[in-house]
């Protein structure tokens, strides 16, 4: 006597094996009945990181309409040009079989002639855009975003200098979509962001990440002045190159929805924290954490520096008004020419509080470096 389960249990318990994919392998070759729900698992997640697996893919499925690119949701794709050498009808067909993907990462070769073109509009249900190690000149790069209506969360790293030439004469999309989510950008960030501001939908993120060199840093005033009546979360990283350049002051005070601010500094120049913080009005700032990768400070004469004291007496006030608990991470710390901690050194009346969260970590990796 045999007993035939339903279709829907059979489909749960496939759904249960979701992160078993050698079980899910085993499941499909039971009955044909349950390869669609494990192809669902099995092919959620694609990467293509080089030719090989490209070409592997394309002769396992020689029709695109019947792989199961169409179960994809995610999709990697590493050293772009490793499928342009294909006939462009063959690539085309091929790409765009990965119509149904939320998610689209990738990562760009340094080869001259890269272009986005094949992607542009690859998923009308896109959400996530990820563009790495760009020589993409920005134009085409806004070109790709604005090909995705639902598109939320964008990333982009421009890690190279490169002369993208005259592009004035660009023409700016007519529509864009609403861009709710979060905006990562790292490196030469400028031109991205001037043409970003001149999209016709605006922009309207509610978490904004960038690091760049501080001779960029008025590009990320412009992000958040644009996006201040939306913005939840800031993360602002810069680095410095000469010794005599400051951050210009960053105004959040038209951030009235701004939860969580993070700050990153590669030097102990800390006067531009303080003056985002002086001005952050938002009635929910829960969070405030400052990175630095070394921390020193000298105990000569009055020790701790009028910036150091000005940043102290602001978190105190924050603790006593607010409870915002801040947090602050760093690879070494020391006092020259004494001992002991240098947070309780620097920021003596929080500390005494018990209000501020230090730790000293082996390894403090640069967030443009592991995003």
Excluded at 205 to 228: R, Y
Excluded at 298 to 312: A, H, I, T, Y
Aim: glycine content about 6%; overall charge negative; aromatic content about 8%.
């Amino acid at each position: 006597m045999s007993t035939t389960l339903p279709p829907e249990i059979l489909d749960l318990i496939v759904d249960h094996l979701h992160d078993e994919p050698d079980t899910l392998e085993a499941c499909c070759l039971v009955s044909k009945s349950w390869v669609p729900r494990a192809r669902r698992h099995l092919f959620a997640d694609v990467e293509f990181s080089s030719p090989t697996s490209v070409q592997s893919w394309m002769r396992a499925f020689l029709h695109p309409s019947n792989s199961p690119a169409h179960q994809t949701r995610s999709l990697s794709i590493y050293g772009f040009l490793a499928i342009a050498s294909a006939e462009s009808t063959v690539v085309r067909a091929w790409v765009h079989s990965f119509r149904h993907i939320e998610t689209l990462v990738v990562n760009l070769s340094w080869n001259d002639g890269d272009s986005l073109s094949q992607l542009h509009g690859l998923s009308p249900i896109l959400k996530s855009l990820k563009v790495d190690e760009s020589v993409i000149s920005p134009p085409e790069l806004i070109d790709l975003i604005c090909s995705f209506p639902l598109l939320e969360d964008v990333w982009l790293r421009c890690i190279a200098t490169v002369t993208w030439g005259d592009t004035d004469g660009w023409d700016i999309p007519s529509t864009s979509p609403k861009l709710t989510g979060s905006l990562y950008l790292s490196g030469d960030i400028h031109p991205v962001v001037r043409r970003m501001l001149d999209l016709p939908g605006g922009l309207h993120f509610a978490k904004i990440s960038t690091f760049c060199p501080v001779e960029a840093a008025g590009a990320t005033i412009d992000l958040v002045s644009s996006c201040s009546g939306t913005l939840e979360s800031l993360c602002v990283g810069y680095t410095f190159f000469r010794p005599d350049r400051f951050p210009p002051p960053l105004d959040l005070s038209e951030a009235t929805k701004l939860k969580d601010i993070e700050f990153w500094f590669t030097r102990p120049e800390i006067r531009w924290n303080t003056t985002a913080l002086l001005s952050a009005k938002s009635e929910y700032l829960q969070q405030i954490t400052i990175h630095s990768l070394a921390i020193f400070a000298d105990p000569v004469g009055e020790g701790v520096s009028q910036e150091w004291q000005d940043l102290d007496h602001l978190l105190v006030r924050l603790w006593t008004e607010r409870s915002i608990l801040p947090k602050f991470q760093y690879t070494k710390g020391r006092v020259k020419g004494g001992r002991g901690e240098i947070v309780p050194f620097l920021l003596p009346e929080l500390t005494r509080m018990g209000a501020v969260e230090d730790k000293i970590i082996r390894t403090l990796s640069m967030p443009w470096s592991t995003l």
